[in-house]
């Protein structure tokens, strides 16, 4: 069934194992993040699922090798399955295994870090059936204070720690990040569509402090379709 995957110009994503579907957020995500495409580098990417992020971003870093940690098992072999079935095989490898346990197990320094993370909160947003998706979605297998601390340790000095969260879970973020060494250097508001409020960010943290640069992107217009902008940076990806 096409429901089952979806198709970009360079690569499918099957993901009817895993919790989370392919959706607008991790495209996004993948886009609008930066790094260096012209040396090798390694990239983490924070609960994959079924591995959007990291087959894109084998697209637009050629050089770099690329480790997907995925706590649900269903998922990280799908995910595996997706990475495998790519041009970009020999570059990616997807871990089943919670990214604390990865990182009490592995001393590697990452150039970029990436992650579209779980962010309800587990105390006070409403239970979800699927006890995946409901793993997916809150933040009891990844708190903040978790992510925030294994980043800062797994991080290379130079490098960058991108990810994408609503606006009240933003700051709740950035102000947990500060206390474990991570300064926010760069925020891109993303806003549906013109006259409606911002629903997401993406964030930029870095090891060592820089001017805070703060931009916007609107998704789609006032017509509703994509808006000129969006295009421009999804082109590559999008059928």
Known sequence: MASDFFDFKKFRVWHNQSAMKVGTD?????????GSYAQEQTILD??????????MLAQRFPLAKIHGLEIDFSAASQA?????NSIYS???????????????AQKISYQLIVSNPPFYNEKTNFSIENKARSVARHDAALPFEVLAAGVANQL????????????????QFSELALTKGLFLNK???????PGKQANRVVQCYQLSKH???????FLRNENGEKSEKYQLISNEFYL
């Not at 924070?46 to 087959?55: E, F, N, P």
């Not at 595996?80 to 495998?84: D, H, K």
């Not at 020999?90 to 990182?103: A, G, K, M, P, V």
């Open 80 to 84: 595996q399955y997706n990475f495998e």
């Open 46 to 55: 924070i609960g994959t699922g079924s591995g959007i992020i990291s087959l």
């Open 26 to 34: 991790a495209v996004v995500l993948a886009c609008l993040l930066e």
């Open 187 to 193: 925020e891109i508001s993303i806003y549906p569509r």
């Open 90 to 104: 020999e570059r990616l490898t997807c871990i089943h295994t919670s990214f604390q346990d990865w990182i009490q």
């Open 211 to 217: 001017n805070l640069v703060q931009t916007e992107l």
């Open 156 to 171: 290379d000095f130079n490098g960058k720690f991108w990810l994408i969260l609503p606006i009240p879970e933003a700051k």
